[in-house]
C-alpha cells in the first residue's frame, strides 16, 4: 500500500477542530511551524498550492499528481549521486536533494494501456 499522508494546513485544522472544537487555525498554524522549525515535520511546496505537511521527515521523494492532487512517498536510491551531479553543476554545496516526479498517478490513468514506460 502506498502512503498518503501529507495533509494540508487546512486538513490538520479540520482534523483538530474534531477534537478540540474551540481551536483557531492560526493555533493550528502556528504550531506546524514551529513542528517544521524543529525539524518533526516536513513542509512540502509545490509552485502556488497549498503547502503539504509530512511527517516522514528521512530524506525521501514525491510523486505528485497533476489530475487529483495524490502525493505519494518513493525514496529513490540513485538521488544522493543525483545530488552529487546537480552539486556539481550548480557549483553548491550539497546539503540535500528532493525529487518531485510529476504526471497521473495510476486512479487517473485508470485503464489506459499506460506510458510505455517499463520497470
Ligand atoms: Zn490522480
Ligand atoms: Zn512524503
Do not use: W
Amino acid at each position: 500500500m502506498e502512503r498518503d499522508d501529507h495533509p494540508t494546513a487546512s486538513e490538520i485544522f479540520e482534523a483538530a477542530r474534531q477534537r478540540l472544537p474551540g481551536i483557531s487555525y492560526a493555533t493550528v498554524y502556528n504550531s506546524l511551524r514551529y513542528l517544521k522549525d524543529a525539524g518533526l515535520v516536513y513542509e512540502i511546496k509545490f509552485g502556488d498550492s497549498a503547502s503539504r505537511y509530512d511527517r516522514e521527515t528521512e530524506r525521501h521523494d514525491h510523486a505528485i499528481c497533476n489530475d487529483c492532487g495524490k502525493l505519494v512517498d518513493f525514496d529513490l536510491p540513485d538521488a544522493a549521486k543525483l545530488m552529487q551531479a546537480a552539486a556539481r553543476k550548480s557549483r553548491f554545496k550539497p546539503d540535500s536533494v528532493h525529487l518531485t516526479l510529476r504526471g497521473r498517478c495510476p486512479d487517473c490513468c485508470g485503464g489506459e494501456s499506460g506510458t510505455g514506460l517499463q520497470d
